[in-house]
């Protein structure tokens, strides 16, 4: 499990520095658990997140879910290349989270294959109640690469 996490943070750190789009919305992104085809992520939202309304933008999400599914496929065989966007729906579930509001995003590749990948995605807002984590889903999707 070590390599994994290792290979996945490295993954991460690399798309980062080399893509202006995921270092200009997933900068200060942690990955809080990382397993075989899972990987949980928690981002701080800013102003730079949010719509007019003040909800969570829904090209970011499609940023966070094009991110976070590639670290998701990775996490299964350690590959560096994750493939194309071929098909990603996107449900907004709820325009809850805003700016200051601290996002969970659980990216869980359902079968990888040789040229193929299917991976599905739930943003959550996480509110602390009496001493407990609670979470609204705000997006849910599935994205599929080739």
Same mark, same amino acid.
């Given at each position: &499990?070590a390599?994994?996490?290792?290979?996945?943070?490295?993954?991460?750190?690399?798309?980062?520095q080399?893509?202006?789009i @995921?270092?200009?919305?997933?900068t #200060? *992104?942690?990955?809080?658990?990382?397993?075989?085809?899972s990987?949980?992520?928690?981002?701080?939202?800013?102003?730079?997140?949010?719509?007019?309304? /003040?909800g969570?933008h #829904?090209?970011v999400?499609?940023?966070?879910i =094009?991110?976070?599914t /590639?670290? +998701?496929i990775?996490? !299964? =065989?350690l590959?560096?290349?994750?493939? +194309? %966007?071929?098909?990603?729906? *996107?449900? @907004?579930? %709820?325009?809850?989270? #805003?700016?200051g =509001? &601290?996002?969970?995003? $659980?990216a869980?590749? &359902?079968? $990888? /294959?040789? %040229?193929? +990948?299917f991976?599905? *995605?739930l943003i959550?807002? $996480?509110?602390?109640? =009496?001493?407990? &984590?609670?979470?609204?889903? !705000?997006?849910?999707?599935?994205?599929t690469k080739?």
């Amino acid at each position: &499990e070590a390599q994994r996490i290792a290979h996945v943070n490295q993954l991460s750190a690399w798309l980062l520095q080399n893509s202006t789009i @995921y270092n200009i919305f997933l900068t #200060g *992104i942690t990955h809080t658990r990382i397993a075989r085809g899972s990987v949980t992520s928690r981002l701080t939202l800013t102003p730079a997140h949010v719509n007019s309304k /003040g909800g969570l933008h #829904g090209a970011v999400s499609a940023a966070f879910i =094009d991110f976070t599914t /590639g670290l +998701a496929i990775a996490s !299964v =065989d350690l590959r560096d290349k994750t493939g +194309a %966007s071929v098909d990603m729906h *996107i449900s @907004y579930l %709820s325009s809850a989270a #805003g700016a200051g =509001d &601290e996002v969970e995003i $659980v990216a869980t590749a &359902e079968k $990888v /294959g040789g %040229s193929m +990948a299917f991976v599905t *995605i739930l943003i959550s807002k $996480v509110d602390v109640v =009496d001493g407990e &984590e609670r979470r609204t889903i !705000v997006t849910k999707g599935h994205h599929t690469k080739f």
